[in-house]
T-cell receptor, first 117, second 113 residues
């Protein structure tokens, strides 16, 4: 099966500019996740969708980050305006059901690396 | 709440020698535990998972991990390291019936020839 697709792979922007990342999950996976991975740290969940509804966005900095999953398939994560501390790899993952239990393992994309200058 | 502590940020072994990557967890509920591997510029790949069945879990590429409730540990082992094992490894915990994964900070494994 095709994996989780993400684009762009790399992006360099100036602070206060905006950026958007796109994710296409594995076909049939109802749950989609966006993680932020800062260099030297483990991934941190930003937002989780179940179909096109938000399940958890408690760690999403809502003053600058937004995400949507129209039609319950692919998703876009936007940052506006970007700050230096947003430099990170943004990972998208999907699972058949709600992840965490053994039956619903997450499959990750290769990530989008953002550098904010 | 769940948390994970990976006890070593870097581990260096010689090719052909055993690998031990240590992980301790904290969970208010019976946990699910996972190990993921991340090669440079690649996505995270699941190595193995524990979900309340056998406490010794076998994964891909010869890796295995043992769930020890009394020690709240889930250490990852491999009898003989290969050069291709060089990567970053993440221990992950989730409440058994929850849906939020909490990642450790990662352990970078270096394999010397």
């Amino acid at each position: 099966e095709a994996g989780v697709a993400q684009s762009p792979r790399y992006k360099i922007i100036e602070k206060r500019q905006s950026v958007a990342f796109w994710c296409n999950p594995i076909s049939g996976h109802a749950t989609l996740y966006w993680y932020q991975q800062i260099l030297g740290q483990g991934p941190k969940l930003l937002i989780q969708f179940q179909n096109n509804g938000v399940v958890d966005d408690s760690q999403l900095p809502k003053d600058r980050f937004s995400a949507e999953r129209l039609k319950g398939v692919d998703s876009t994560l936007k940052i506006q305006p970007a700050k230096l501390e947003d430099s990170a790899v943004y990972l998208c993952a999907s699972s058949f059901g709600q992840g965490g239990s053994g039956a619903n393992v997450l499959t990750f994309g290769a990530g989008s690396r953002l550098t904010v200058l | 709440a769940q948390s994970v502590t990976q006890l070593d940020s870097h581990v260096s072994v010689s090719e052909g020698t055993p690998v031990l990557l240590r992980c301790n967890y904290s969970s208010s509920y019976s946990p699910s535990l996972f190990w993921y591997v991340q090669h440079p510029n690649k996505g995270l790949q699941l190595l193995l998972k524990y979900t309340s069945a056998a406490t010794l879990v076998k994964g891909i590429n010869g890796f295995e991990a043992e769930f020890k409730k009394s020690e709240t540990s889930f250490h990852l082992t491999k009898p003989s390291a290969h050069m291709s094992d060089a990567a970053e490894y993440f221990c992950v915990v989730s409440a058994r019936y929850g849906n939020k994964l909490v990642f450790g900070a990662g352990t970078i494994l270096r394999v010397k020839s």
